[in-house]
T-cell receptor
Framework: DVKVTQSSRYLVKRTGEKVFLECVQD?????MFWYRQDPGLGLRLIYF???????EKGDIPEGYSVSREKKERFSLILESASTNQTSMYLC?????????????FGDGTRLSIL | AQSVTQLGSHVSVSEGALVLLRCNYS??????LFWYVQYPNQGLQLLLK??????LVKGINGFEAEFKKSETSFHLTKPSAHMSDAAEYFC??????????FGTGTSLTVIP
């Protein structure tokens, strides 16, 4: 089974802090994704990476950056956290090379910015 | 542009009753369709997927969904609801490329 692990289940930070959310997958997947989930809005894609050191902006990249130095790890960075970034953050990974492949999700990080 | 619409943000059914969660999509090409379930405080778990072939697909936990191209729909059903089915359900669509498009989710409540 695919295992996608997010480093923190709950996180509380202050406005202006630099925040790192970490995600690791154990299936050698090429593609990795960061979403945020808000009530009534579903999942919105922040960034995705289709290979090491490769990244593309999703629908809501403003205020975020990402890092993918190793294939198994995809980090989401809030450069200067703001209260409107309080949300549930979900990481996913997916095998490339086939449009039929689903995404596999971690358990999420519930981030509160005070 | 790709979009996914889930009708009804909240659905309540009695235990043992039919579950029907609706999903409509817009796509200019044949899509790949997915249903995910999210239990409280957990990530999304794949229920089932449609890629090609048989339009009625069966998933885990007794769920199934039917792809109807003429109606651009992919509704999720289960004949008899169980208390453990209470969760949030997301429909997702993928065309080509890497991006998935998710609906806004439907929260299912099962009444004993």
């Amino acid at each position: 089974d695919v295992k996608v692990t997010q480093s923190s289940r709950y996180l509380v930070k202050r406005t202006g802090e630099k925040v790192f959310l970490e995600c690791v997958q154990d299936m050698d997947h090429e593609n990795m994704f960061w979403y945020r989930q808000d009530p009534g809005l579903g999942l919105r894609l922040i960034y995705f990476s289709y290979d090491v050191k490769m990244k593309e902006k999703g629908d809501i990249p403003e205020g975020y950056s990402v890092s993918r130095e190793k294939k198994e790890r995809f980090s989401l960075i809030l450069e200067s956290a703001s209260t409107n970034q309080t949300s549930m953050y979900l990481c996913a990974s997916r095998e490339a090379g086939g449009v039929k492949q689903p995404q596999h999700f971690g358990d999420g990080t519930r981030l509160s910015i005070l | 542009a790709q979009s996914v619409t889930q009708l009804g943000s909240h659905v309540s059914v009695s235990e043992g009753a039919l579950v029907l969660l609706r999903c409509n999509y817009s796509s200019s090409v044949p899509p790949y369709l997915f249903w995910y379930v999210q239990y409280p405080n957990q990530g999304l778990q794949l229920l089932l997927k449609y890629t090609t072939g048989a339009t009625l697909v069966k998933g885990i936990n007794g769920f199934e969904a039917e792809f109807k191209k003429s109606e651009t729909s992919f509704h999720l059903t289960k004949p008899s609801a169980h208390m453990s089915d209470a969760a949030e359900y997301f429909c997702a669509v993928r065309e080509t490329g890497n991006q998935f498009y998710f609906g806004t989710g439907t929260s299912l409540t099962v009444i004993p």
